[in-house]
C-alpha cells in the first residue's frame, strides 16, 4: 500500500502540484495554481496512512502531529506536516526543491530587492499570508546572494524547503527541532558562527524579533518572513512583538530595517498565479512615522509614491488590471478597501 502512495504523491508533485493534501478515508487532493481539487475518487487506505507516518519516523500512537523531511524513492525530498483529523490520519506534503526561479522571473521588483541584498547590515522583511509565495522570494533572494556576493549565509528554518549548492556563498542551512530548538535559541547559536547573512524562517514572538534587530544592529543582514498583510500591518504587527520592551527596541526597528516585500498570489488571465505586491524602502521620513507609529501618514506615502521604491497593493493592483495580469473582480477583491480600488479605475485619486 505505500508503494502505491508513493507512486501517487510523485506522479501528483509531476504533475504541477505545489501541494498534496492525504485524510485516511478521503480521496487525495493537491493544490495546482492555487486551488485545491480531487486528484481521484478513491480513498486513501487507513492503513496506508498508518504505514506512511511510520515511513516518516513518527508513531501515530503516541503523537499527534510532527513536521518532518522525507525522500521520494526517485531522490526528490518532500517537507511533511503530519497531524490528525476527527481522529483520522493525514498529512500535508511539499516538495523541498533545488530549482530555484531568479527574482525577475518571479515578478519581483529585481533592482530593489538587488540594493537591499547588498546591504552589509539590516532587516529585510517578507511577509504575506500563508501560501502566498513568501518561502520561494526568501529562496530566490538568498540565491541571488549566493551567486554574487561572498557571504556566509546561515539559515534556520522549520521546515528546510529549498536546498542551495554553494557558489560565492557558502550556506549552513539548519532545521528547527533537527539542528537547533527553536527559532530564538538558534538566532542566538547562529550570532557565534561568523554569518553575514542570517535567515529566520519566521518571526513569531517577542525574543526572536529582538534578537533579529540586535543582529542587525551588530553588522548582519537578517532576512526573515511575518504573517501579514501588507506594509502597514507588518509595523504593526512587529511593533506589537516589541510592545513590553523599551523605547530603544523601537528605535532599531526604525533604524535598522530595510525594507519590506509584502505579497499574495491572485490567479494570473490565462493560468498560472500573478504576485500582487506591496513594498516599501525604508529611510528618511518612513523611520520617524515608524518610531512615532504613524502608519496612517506611511501609507499615505506609499500611495503618493512612484513605485520605485515604495509601492502601495491599491496602485499595484490597478496597474496590473489595466496591463492584464488579472482580471477587475480578482484584483478589487484583493484590496483591503474596494471602494478605494472602484475610485482608482476611474482616475480618482
Known amino acids: 500500500m505505500l508503494s502505491a502512495l ?17 485524510v485516511a478515508g478521503e480521496p487525495p487532493r493537491v493544490r495546482h495554481e492555487g486551488e485545491v481539487i480531487e ?13 506512511f507516518w511510520n515511513s516518516c519516523g513518527i508513531d501515530p500512537q503516541t503523537h499527534s502531529e510532527a513536521d518532518v523531511s522525507w525522500q521520494l524513492p ?23 526543491r533545488d530549482q530555484i526561479p531568479p527574482l525577475a522571473q518571479l515578478g519581483l521588483p529585481a533592482p530593489l530587492l538587488e540594493s537591499w541584498l547588498q546591504r552589509r547590515y539590516g532587516l529585510i522583511l517578507v511577509t504575506g499570508p500563508t501560501g502566498s509565495g513568501k518561502s520561494t522570494t526568501v529562496a530566490a533572494c538568498l540565491d541571488w546572494i549566493n551567486h554574487h556576493l561572498a557571504r556566509h549565509i546561515v539559515t534556520l528554518e522549520d521546515p ?9 556563498g557558502f ?29 529566520v524562517g519566521e518571526i513569531r514572538d ?39 520592551e523599551t523605547s530603544g527596541a523601537l528605535n532599531l526597528l526604525a533604524s535598522q530595517l530595510v525594507g519590506i516585500l509584502s505579497q499574495q498570489l491572485l490567479p494570473r488571465l490565462g493560468g498560472g498565479l500573478f504576485p500582487a505586491l506591496e513594498y516599501l524602502q525604508n529611510e528618511a521620513a518612513t523611520r520617524r512615522w515608524i518610531l512615532d507609529n504613524k502608519l496612517a501618514e506611511l501609507q499615505d506615502h506609499l500611495q503618493k509614491s512612484n ?17 492584464g495580469f488579472v482580471d477587475l473582480e480578482t484584483a478589487r477583491s484583493a484590496c483591503p478597501r474596494p471602494q478605494d480600488f472602484d475610485r482608482a479605475m476611474r482616475g480618482i485619486s
Do not use: W
Not at 6 to 22: C, K, M, S, Y
Not at 42 to 51: F, I, Q
Not at 227 to 239: I, K, M
Open 74 to 96: 526517485q531522490g526528490g525530498r518532500l517537507r511533511v506536516n503530519l497531524y490528525h483529523t476527527l481522529g483520522r490520519l493525514a498529512a500535508a506534503l511539499r516538495p523541498i
Open 307 to 323: 513605485g520605485t521604491t515604495n509601492c502601495s497593493l491599491l496602485d499595484y493592483l490597478v496597474a496590473a488590471t489595466r496591463q
Open 160 to 168: 528546510i524547503e529549498y536546498l542551495f549548492e554553494n557558489d560565492l
Open 6 to 22: 508513493r507512486q501517487l504523491i510523485q506522479d501528483a508533485f509531476a504533475g504541477a502540484a505545489t501541494d498534496v493534501f492525504l
Open 39 to 51: 486528484l481521484h475518487p478513491g480513498p486513501v487506505p487507513p492503513a496506508a496512512m498508518a504505514e
Open 206 to 244: 517577542q525574543e526572536t524579533a529582538v534578537t533579529a534587530l540586535h543582529a542587525a544592529e551588530t553588522g548582519h543582514l537578517v532576512i526573515s518572513t511575518l504573517h501579514s498583510s501588507g506594509v502597514a500591518d507588518t509595523l504593526e504587527r512587529f511593533s506589537h512583538l516589541l510592545k513590553s
Open 171 to 199: 550556506f549552513s542551512q539548519r532545521e528547527i527541532r533537527q539542528d537547533s530548538a527553536d527559532f530564538s535559541t538558534g538566532l542566538r547559536a547562529a550570532l557565534r558562527q561568523s554569518p553575514d547573512v542570517l535567515f
